[in-house]
């Protein structure tokens, strides 16, 4: 039974979801989402910005009542004067799960970052408040985000474009969709350009839950690729010029699925029970 | 007078310098960071790593012995095996002062990054050892760092890639030989992407002095053009696509000189008496 109210004092779950999750079957995701938060004692916050669609808040709304939450909002925030709004700050601080829907990434940077709804967003996050993300909401949780980037499955030095996110952590970087866009390129291409974050490439429905203790739990029905650079033998990142492949010589991968945890502090991968 | 030893606690200052330092007359600069660092009681450790000439480390040794420092360190690490020596970490545990040198910032953030190295550096800052760097050193003590770019003096979408640095404080994305380089395009994209940070474009010969309060004291020969786009009334940022110009309405811009100082925390300029 997850607790009702989050625990003072140690931060809450950040939850990246790879996009297209399940909102109609078994909705495993968002269940294990809502539950976490207190299920139908939850308090949750739907934040749309990534959306240019009017639906899509309300959307969540639908699914999280399904769920039997009792207690959902939605900050319809489009231009940054609204997120320096007290009132919506106020429905964040109370409450026990934030959820950023997808769209674009750069909508959510653009228009939240650095205002009073972010750093709220942060402060709840610190005290326990749980922050999932799908799709564009997964990639802009963490301090460094995917803005653009080219496909495919080998790194070119300039692929991607970095640019600063929400920054509930800094050890991960984040990609979605991941094997339904041939990503896997230029997610090395963004960890080669400093080995000391790990990448999480999330497929569709599928989510890391990555807990105060920096230990991830998979859950949804596609894999995560966990891309370590840490250990490298060479890398010819900082001699090519942009548009050129590059060269790297020792990347650690490990495709986990459901159930499986990774511990980002000791870079260990342990099969799931359910695997 | 400067204190011999850090204070401990208290977050030394973090010093990015815009490139090409006066090394041979005056060196107001470097002789203002040894002495912060305890003048001829310091003790410097100079990283070359940015650079692929041997020539590196050893002229700044010479331009530190002239500056009457009696103790320099050369840390000539050019793998990432080298920066996981605890002789090494040792070095640099007892410095007051760290310096990293010009190059490819790159170099920096592929060799260095997650290293037992890079993880003293972040210690020596928080317990108060000063850390400068000039050049591709300025880029990397950020969170983060411009890796690449395109010049010119407006902002177009993709025109910059950023991507993580060392880490001492997030509160500032630097841009060096920034009047000679015709770069303040790619820092306003790099600010666009997330309005939180604050944009410093270093000329050259001339420093930010970031103190632990986050007052930022300007010292040199050219100017610093603070980047502040946390008030934009308008952006298109997450509107266009990769190569088409960026609209940007209500960018504030400082150019301070020396002896001008900026507060990151409340953003106010404040003209220097030297000026």
């Given at each position: 039974m997850p607790s009702p109210e989050p625990i003072p004092g140690v931060r809450g779950l950040i939850i990246p979801i790879g996009g297209a999750e399940d909102k109609v079957s078994d909705r495993r995701i968002l269940r294990n989402f809502a539950d976490a938060c207190g299920g139908e004692q939850a308090r949750l916050v739907v934040i749309?910005?990534?959306?240019?669609?009017?639906?899509t808040g309300g959307r969540y709304v639908d699914v999280f009542r399904h769920l039997h939450v009792k207690q959902v909002d939605v900050l319809d925030i489009t231009e940054r004067s609204q997120a320096e709004d007290l009132h919506a700050v106020a429905i964040l601080e109370r409450s026990t799960g934030i959820f950023f829907t997808g769209g674009n990434q750069l909508r959510l940077s653009t228009i939240l970052g650095g205002t009073a709804v972010a750093q709220s967003v942060r402060r709840c996050n610190a005290r326990g408040a749980h922050v999932a993300g799908t799709s564009a909401g997964a990639a802009f949780v963490s301090e460094h985000m995917i803005a653009y980037g080219r496909e495919g499955a080998t790194p070119i030095a300039g692929q991607v474009t970095l640019c600063p996110g929400l920054g509930l952590t800094n050890r991960v970087i984040v990609d979605q969709h991941f094997r339904q866009r041939d990503r896997l390129g230029r997610l090395m291409t963004a960890l080669a350009y400093n080995p000391f974050a790990i990448g999480l490439g999330l497929d569709e429905d599928t989510a890391a839950f990555i807990a105060a203790d920096n230990q991830i739990t998979v859950v949804g029905a596609g894999g995560i690729t966990v891309v370590d650079v840490s250990d490298l033998a060479y890398s010819s990142m900082a001699r090519v010029s942009e548009g050129e492949p590059v060269q790297l010589i020792g990347v650690r991968l490990h495709i986990l699925t459901d159930g499986a945890t990774y511990r980002l502090d000791s870079r260990e991968a342990t099969p799931g029970e359910r695997a």
């Open positions: 749309p910005t990534a959306s240019e669609l009017d639906s």
